[in-house]
Structures are given as C-alpha cells and as structure tokens.
C-alpha cells in the first residue's frame, strides 16, 4: 500500500474523522482466504490506484517492497517519482490480523506510536493470480483500493478484470488513477 513520509497525517487525520464509504449494494468486501506470506514478499508495482492524499505528489514509478521479518511482522517500503523526478519513500511496518489469512494492517506511524489503534490501516489482499503475478489491495470501507503487478506493466485485459472484481465489490472507479503502462 503506498504512502509517503508526508502523507502521514492526513491519513491520520481521515482516519480520526471515521470517514466511510456507506450504502454500497454490494455485500462486504472480503480478503482472499489464503496468503503465502514468502511467496507476497518481494516488489510490486502500483498500476493503478484510487486517489488518496498521501501520493498526491506521486507522478510514476511506483513500487511497494514487502520483506519478512523475524518477529512475524513485514516491513514495508514505498517509493514513487515525483513531478521534479526526484523519489519519495516511506518506511512502514505489516502485521497480519489472526485468524484472517488475507488481511493485513499496516502502519507509516513511528514505533513509538503503534500502540494507538488509529495509526494502524486495513491491508486487505482482495484478489491474488494464483501464480502472485498479480494483487488488488483494498479495505472494508472502499476508500482504498491498488492494483498491483510483479512487473511495471499489465496486459489491458487484465486490468479490466480486476475493474470489473473491485466494481462488483462496490468500489467507485470513476476518479481511478493508472500509473503504470497498460499493453
């Protein structure tokens, strides 16, 4: 999920107002039942994404790297070029939630502050290639939503498939932003 170093606080700040996405028709958005940890780890590229404020500035080049930790735990490391073509980074930290094998929480918070429930954001792995080519990453209330590949592009079919899960799921795509080429 990226997010930028100065992007923290208005993520906190929309978390803090419970801002939610009400009257979907659709029924709940739900994670994959299974995650294999080893086999998510590694570098994905952002293809598309909904807008949110925290990569505003983000103009390409967008990858996220998940690494496994030894205390179950995975550290998070976003990137993206700016407008200036300079890089933008945070560091961040994941931690699965029991019992729910594709969800995640992830926080850009300083460790001192994960104690507060509020730092902490849904990662839902929503839909996943078997072969982990490919993930849509959500949460429960439809704000968030990326599309993510191994590699920096994505045949155009697919992406219209996975438009078409994360709609049925009852995610707006009016205002969604592709960030990667689409062959």
Known sequence: MPAFPTLLRPLAFGLLLGASA???AAGPVRAVDALD????????????HLPVSFQKKCVGDITATYSLRSDGRISVLNRCRIQDGSRLQAEGVARPVSGQPGQLQVRFAPD?????????ADYWVI??????????VGEPD???LWILSRSPSMPRAQLET???QAEAMGY?????RVMAPVD
Do not use: F
Not at 127 to 136: F, G, K, T, V
Not at 172 to 176: E, R, V
């Open 22 to 24: 009400a009257g979907h």
């Open 37 to 48: 940890m080893d086999r998510y780890a590694g570098q994905w590229h952002e293809i598309a």
């Open 112 to 120: 001192w502050l994960s104690w507060v429930p509020l730092v902490w």
């Open 127 to 136: 839909a996943l290639d078997p072969e982990y080519q490919w993930a849509m």
């Open 142 to 144: 439809r704000r968030y």
């Open 162 to 164: 996975l438009k078409t």
């Open 172 to 176: 707006d795509l009016a205002p969604l």
